[in-house]
């Protein structure tokens, strides 16, 4: 949930940034060390000089994007005290990535799609992340129930899951419309049935 630094980047950097577009845009199986060479200029040599193969380029890219996650969701906890308000702000966030097209898709709904192919060093990674997410989402909806903001229909965890899932299926709404829109179209409601209020 934060936003890519605009400071220079090292190679390995520009790397990462060119894999993450691929990913975003085509999965694991949908580019290859030829693509980001062309992208970003440099030789496949350099490539695998920063990341011997694909199986580590893409871990590392799923853990930096963990790490952005965690970031992001901490910054929110910070600034953000109310569990509607949060998911709100997290349902913002995406919707506002996906009408600027910073971020379409998140990385690991795309990966999480191609599991049954992924290595398993990656595999691992995206589990991870989609473990993060469901926790803290857990949270915000108990920390909601208890305090009377948000109305629950079953579990805080299953709640989260449906949550999550609801947030990937509006994106991926949004994708095969080709209308950024479509992603508020489907959490909209969602949020507004949620609301206890």
């Known amino acids: 949930m934060s936003t890519p630094s605009t400071a ?3 190679t390995a950097d520009e790397i990462l ?7 975003m845009a085509g999965g694991y199986n949908g580019f290859s060390y030829a693509d980001i060479a062309a992208v970003v200029g440099i ?6 000089h920063h990341f011997p193969n694909k ?15 965690r970031t992001g969701i901490a910054e929110l906890e910070r600034h953000v005290s109310d569990p509607l308000a949060q998911l709100r702000s997290y349902a913002g966030y995406w919707e506002g990535c996906i ?8 990385i690991c709904a795309m990966l999480a799609s191609e599991l049954p192919i992924l290595p398993e060093e990656v595999a691992l990674e995206v589990r991870a992340h989609f473990r993060f997410l469901a926790a803290w989402l857990a949270s915000v909806f108990e920390r909601g129930a208890q305090q009377g903001l948000l109305r629950l229909s079953g579990t805080a965890r299953a709640e989260a899951e449906a949550f999550l899932a609801a947030v990937h299926g509006a994106m991926l709404s949004a994708r095969a419309y080709g209308d950024p829109k479509m992603f508020g179209v489907v959490m909209t409601p969602l949020l507004d049935r949620l609301s206890a209020r």
């Open 8 to 10: 220079p980047s090292s």
């Open 17 to 23: 940034a060119c894999a993450r577009s691929l990913v």
């Open 55 to 69: 199986v580590d380029l893409v871990r590392t890219l799923v853990a930096r994007y963990r790490d952005e996650a």
């Open 43 to 48: 030789r496949k040599a350099s490539i695998h």
């Open 99 to 106: 009408t600027d097209a910073s971020a379409s898709f998140c």
